[in-house]
């Protein structure tokens, strides 16, 4: 039986750097997490769904993809094991390209979204920013199933 090659001290050192790693990664994680829902909060807020729906994960990717008109059951498809959180994020992002719309951005504007998102919705949850779903329908675009300017719920436009 032969010996094995690292001796204990190499053996140590190596196992508190890969529990520093391991515990850093996990910190990023939690950080983005923590970023994403503050920052989606701030937009739930602004076109009215309610703000703690964002710190549920798939629930809000559900919700977020109703405000833009799409249905969130597709929020589902991160589950599936490979290409499935792909398939959502394409989703996402025409979600981020019809909420810019609402808000009266140009459609470059998602490409903020699909880079940095947690600034892209702060900078829409920001005071400054004026929250008109009318302009998706000017546009040809549904209604949100959510929030402000939806056809169903407490802000549903008088008939």
């Not at 190499?10 to 196992?15: E, R, Y």
């Not at 880079?115 to 000017?138: C, D, K, Q, T």
């Amino acid at each position: 039986m032969q010996p094995h090659p690292l001796d204990p001290d190499t053996a140590s050192i190596l196992g508190i750097v890969f529990l520093i790693y391991g515990l850093v990664i996990v910190a990023v994680i939690v950080a983005t997490y923590v970023l994403m829902a503050i920052a989606l909060s701030a937009f739930f807020r602004k076109v009215g769904v309610a703000a703690w729906i964002a710190w549920i994960p798939f629930y809000a990717h559900w919700k977020w993809l109703e405000v833009s008109g799409q249905p969130g059951y597709l929020a589902l498809f991160s589950l599936i094991p490979y290409f499935g959180s792909l398939v959502t994020s394409i989703f996402i992002y025409i979600g981020m390209y019809r909420s810019g719309i609402a808000f009266g951005k140009d459609p470059s504007f998602v490409v903020l979204g699909i880079f940095l998102p947690f600034v892209w919705l702060f900078m829409l949850g920001s005071r400054s920013s004026v929250y008109r779903p009318e302009l998706l329908a000017a546009r040809g675009y549904p209604a949100p199933l959510v929030g402000y300017g939806s056809a169903v719920g407490p802000y549903a436009p008088a008939a």
